[in-house]
C-alpha cells in the first residue's frame, strides 16, 4: 500500500451489512469517503476546511471492484491516494483492506469536480489546495 | 387498521437489511417516513407542497417498538395516522405490518415541528394544512 | 430509452439526499437495485424466486456516472437492461433519469456473479433464469 | 455525563446528512450503535464476543429525542450507559453530544432482547456478560 499515502482503520457497524452477513456493496462508497476525508485531514485541511471543500465538489463517477467481503465487526482499513489533478476535476483511489482475515475486500476511486454550486458549473480548484496536493503526492501524481 | 386511514405497500430491499437478515431497526423510520408522504398525497398535497412541509418541520422525537421481522423482498404495509395537533408540533402514528408473513412487524411515532429555519425557531404551523388535517381526521383527531 | 426494456418509477425520499440537498452518489446504487428487482419481476419471477437470485449472486463490480442532481420528492425512473449474460455472471444497466426536471441523472452498471454461497466459488447461473433472460432480451444480448 | 461511563467520538460524514443539511434523524440510532459498540470494548469483550452478542440480541424498542442538529464534519459524542438489566433484555441509553457547538443533541434508548434466533424466543443473557455490566456500572444501575 505505498503508493496510498494515507490510511485510516475503523470496525464495520451492524448498519453497515446487509442480509448476506456482509457489507452492502453501496456501502463501500461511504467507507472510501472516510478514506477521502481521513487524506484531508492528513494534508493538514481545518474542518472548516473540509467542510468547503466537501460541499463544494460533485461526484462525477464512481466506481468499485470487489474482491472479498467484510462481515460485522471486521477491521477495515482504507487507503487512499489522489491519482489525478486537473484543473477543476480531481480523481481519489481508495484500496479497503479487511484487516481481521488480512484480505484486500476492494479497490475504487471517485472523481470529483469543483463547482460553483449556485451557478452549477466547474470553476478551478482553490491554489492552495492544488498545491497542497501536489506537494504531498509528489512524483506520484505524475508517474 | 381502520384507526389508521393511510396506507402505503413496498417491498423489502437488500438496502433495508443488515447481517441478521431482516429490515435494520433503524431503517423502520424510513418506512414510517413514506407512510407519512403517503399521507400527505391522500390529503391531496402536491409535490412541492410535500417538499416545503418536508423542508420545514423537524424531528423532535421518534419512537419504534419492534413486534415481528422483515426480509428482503417481503411485502411490507405502513399504515398512518395524525394523532395530536398542535400550534406548531403534530405527532404522527404508525403500523408496520408483513403482509408476506401476515404479521404485525412495529409500531411507532414522530413528533414534527415546524420551524423557521433561518431563525431555529418554531412557527404556527401553515393553517391550511392544519385545516384538511383536521377535516381529514376528523372525530380520531379529538379522541 | 427503448434499448432499456424495464423502468420503475418512485419519489425520492429525505433519508436519500445528503448536506447538499440532492440524492447522496451511493444512493443511487439503491436506486439500479430497484430497476433490478423490477426487472426481475418483469422475467415473471416469484417473490421467492427473486429472494434466492438475490441471495446467490454478489456484486464483483459497480460503476455510476453522474450527469444531474435529484432533490427530495423528485419523481426518478430507472431503466435496466441486462447487457451481458456470462456462464456464472451477468453485467445488468441502467439509466436514472429525472422525471420531475426532465434531466438524465446518471448511468451505471453492476457485474453480478452466482456464487455458492457456502463453498464461496462461483457456479452457472440457473439455465431457466438465463434462458427467461435471453427469450426476453432477445437481439439487444448479442448486439 | 458522568452518569454514562463510556464514550466515544467521530466525525458527522456526508453519508449521515440529508437535505436540510444536518444528520438524518434515523441515522442517531446507526451513532447510538456505535457507543454500544464502544460500551462492549470498554467492557473488554473482543471482536468475537461483540460479534455473538450484537448477533444474537435484537432491539424490541427505540427512542430519540432530538435536542439540536449536527452538520457535516461536526463532531459528535455518544455517552453510553446500561439503565436496565433482566433476565434476558437490557436497556442501553445514549447521550449524543455536539462537540463542535458544544451543544446536547439528543438522549435515547434502545431495548435489547437476547434471543435463541433458531427458535425466535427470548433466552438469559450469558452469565458472564451480566456479571461484567454489573461489575461495571454498579450502583448506577440499581438507582
Chains 1, 2, 3, 4 share one sequence.
Not at 43 to 49: I, K, P, Q
Not at 65 to 86: C, E, I, K, M, W
Amino acid at each position: 500500500m505505498h503508493d496510498y499515502p494515507v490510511s485510516t482503520t475503523f470496525r464495520v457497524e451492524y448498519g453497515d451489512t446487509d442480509g448476506q452477513g456482509r457489507v452492502f456493496f453501496a456501502n463501500y462508497f461511504l467507507f472510501f469517503d472516510r478514506g477521502r476525508f481521513a487524506y484531508w485531514e492528513r494534508l493538514g485541511l481545518s474542518a472548516e476546511d473540509i467542510r468547503r471543500i466537501e460541499h463544494d465538489c460533485v461526484v462525477v463517477e464512481a466506481h468499485c471492484t470487489y474482491r472479498a467481503p467484510a462481515a460485522f465487526y471486521d477491521l477495515v482499513s482504507v487507503h487512499t491516494r489522489v491519482a489525478n489533478l486537473g484543473r477543476s476535476s480531481f480523481r481519489v483511489e481508495y484500496v479497503a483492506v479487511n484487516d481481521s482475515t488480512n484480505t484486500p475486500m476492494a479497490e475504487g476511486y471517485t472523481v470529483l469536480v469543483h463547482v460553483d454550486v449556485a451557478r452549477n458549473t466547474s470553476v478551478p480548484l482553490p491554489v492552495e489546495l492544488k498545491a497542497r496536493i501536489q506537494a504531498f503526492e509528489g512524483h506520484r501524481l505524475n508517474d
